[in-house]
């Protein structure tokens, strides 16, 4: 048999990361194309439209569907296709529930936080200044992300920390929309540094405060902003 005709060897398996990879991409673009207002609220998302815009087969995109649905962030229509569903009502009500779990999380911190986590968010607070004064986004998102991860494991609430990975969804892909302006940056670096304080002093009361406003000016914030775009 000559060597052109023998059988090759069997093709490396494609690894199963590399495809959750994919899925997870293609998800994440989604949703932050929903809560930052590209995709309007009612509109009808033409499957085969979105796949070649992302530059992929229907099959991830539809498990991407299948995720958001469950979020209520669209709505399958028998014999019409996917209806986008997010809108300022339901955007307002998840930055209110965010704010109510955060800021209980925010006073248990205050009363059980060690000095090495006050070390901690001393560090994470000085590295967001300088992001922001910089205008570093992604670093700031992260760091952003890492303030409030602390605060979490130093109120010692792990009941009230599962409540909040449902709202947690939604929050990265609103701040990933609303960090990209400079005065919404210097803003929230205001409020996270008033948190810090409050926890600094061991201030329940502050601290509780201090979160709740924050979460709900920016959940506001957000409103005004993707929906004002959307009536463009």
């Known amino acids: 048999m000559r060597r052109e005709d023998s059988v090759h060897r069997p093709l490396p398996s494609i690894d199963p990361n590399m495809l959750k990879g994919l899925r997870e991409h293609v998800h994440e673009q989604l949703r ?11 509109s009808l998302l033409n499957e085969r439209q979105a796949a070649a815009e992302l530059g992929v087969s229907t099959t991830p995109l539809k498990e991407a ?19 986008i569903t997010f809108d300022a009502a339901q955007a307002e009500e998840m930055a209110l529930a965010r704010a109510a779990l955060e800021s209980m999380i925010a006073r248990q911190a205050a009363t059980r936080i060690t000095d090495e986590a006050i070390a901690e968010l001393r560090t994470v607070g ?34 009230l920390q599962r409540l909040l990975a449902g709202q947690l969804v939604y929050d990265k892909a609103a701040r990933k ?27 329940p009361d502050a601290a509780e405060r ?19 775009r959307r009536k463009e």
């Open 32 to 42: 932050q194309a929903i809560i930052s207002g590209q995709l309007p609220t009612g």
């Open 65 to 83: 569907l299948r995720r958001l649905e469950l979020e209520g962030l669209v709505r399958t229509e028998p014999r019409r296709g996917i209806r």
């Open 126 to 159: 000085e590295s967001m200044r300088q992001a922001t004064a910089a205008g570093v986004v992604r670093r700031l998102i992260a760091l952003n992300e890492t303030f409030h991860e602390t605060i979490h494991a130093a109120s010692g609430c792990r009941y």
């Open 177 to 203: 929309f609303l960090l990209g302006d400079q005065e919404e940056r210097e803003r929230a670096l205001g409020e996270h540094l008033s948190i810090l304080a409050a926890l600094e002093a061991r201030d």
């Open 210 to 228: 201090a979160m709740r406003d924050h979460i709900v000016r920016s959940g506001r914030q957000h409103v005004q902003t993707a929906f004002a």
